[in-house]
């Protein structure tokens, strides 16, 4: 992983094999947010 934070996409595998949610970094609340609409193709 980069030294400022951010995950690489090929990151995502290792930390969800880890099975520690501590390896994919800080999350928000979801406070205030709201799905607003949904693609299909």
Excluded at 10 to 29: C, M, V
């Amino acid at each position: 992983m980069l030294d400022f934070g951010k995950i690489e996409p090929n990151d995502i595998e290792k930390i969800i094999d880890s099975g520690d949610r501590k390896n994919a970094g800080k999350t928000l609340p979801a406070h205030a947010l709201y799905l607003v609409n949904v693609k299909y193709q």
